[in-house]
T-cell receptor
Framework: GENVEQHPSTLSVQEGDSAVIKCTYS??????FPWYKQELGKRPQLIID?????GEKKDQRIAVTLNKTAKHFSLHITETQPEDSAVYFC?????????????FGQGTTLQVKP | DAGVTQSPTHLIKTRGQQVTLRCSPKSGHDTVSWYQQALGQGPQFIFQYYEEEERQRGNFPDRFSGHQFPNYSSELNVNALLLGDSALYLCASSWGWETQYFGPGTRLLVL
């Protein structure tokens, strides 16, 4: 069935260092890959997304790369700050027509130490 | 412009009871998806509504049902509650299958 594996489950970095979170998906029809940040007790918030016709996308300190052949995608955060501490979820969707359910990874708890 | 809203924020029920959760989508959005997030887990897809019809369904039993109204708002109903139904229930709205934006969630506790 459809599955998204996310690693690592926890990640601790020093402020200013980079952080990388990796995800692998199983459904080859997947064509949309968002990343959400969820702070404790809050809603998941979209931080960046990428579609299958693009290999890389950047937004300030955040970038996502996609390798469709290997069926994996990664989130890169540079110059990490304490406010980046949160749980990050990757997701994949085989969107078509007017439907597009998201299959989420298990999450990565990122701790940025000052 | 209001984002996605959900009500109630918290709910306590006992086993066997029924519950109804509500969601109002972001302005301009026509699609509502529901997810269940257990503690320490990623959200799991329950179902998605578009044009007042259930378009996709995840691996959830028939005890979970929903509805979408002409104004695009939606309800999630869960019958015969089990202890394992305790979770954060998230609603996400989108325009078609475009980017999904989440509401704050309803935290359900089943005793």
């Amino acid at each position: 069935g459809e599955n998204v594996e996310q690693h690592p489950s926890t990640l601790s970095v020093q402020e200013g260092d980079s952080a990388v979170i990796k995800c692998t998906y199983s459904d080859s029809a997947s064509n949309y890959f968002p990343w959400y940040k969820q702070e404790l007790g809050k809603r998941p918030q979209l931080i960046i997304d990428i579609r299958s016709n693009v290999g890389e996308k950047k937004d300030q300190r955040i970038a996502v790369t996609l390798n469709k052949t290997a069926k994996h995608f990664s989130l890169h955060i540079t110059e990490t700050q304490p406010e980046d501490s949160a749980v990050y979820f990757c997701a994949a969707s085989a969107a078509s027509g007017n439907t597009g359910k998201l299959i989420f990874g298990q999450g990565t708890t990122l701790q940025v130490k000052p | 412009d209001a984002g996605v809203t959900q009500s109630p924020t918290h709910l306590i029920k006992t086993r066997g009871q029924q519950v109804t959760l509500r969601c109002s989508p972001k302005s301009g959005h026509d699609t509502v998806s529901w997810y269940q997030q257990a503690l320490g887990q990623g959200p799991q897809f329950i179902f998605q509504y578009y044009e007042e019809e259930e378009r996709q369904r995840g691996n959830f039993p028939d005890r979970f049902s929903g509805h979408q109204f002409p104004n695009y708002s939606s309800e999630l109903n869960v019958n015969a509650l089990l202890l394992g139904d305790s979770a954060l229930y998230l609603c996400a709205s989108s325009w078609g299958w475009e980017t999904q934006y989440f509401g704050p969630g309803t935290r359900l506790l089943v005793l």
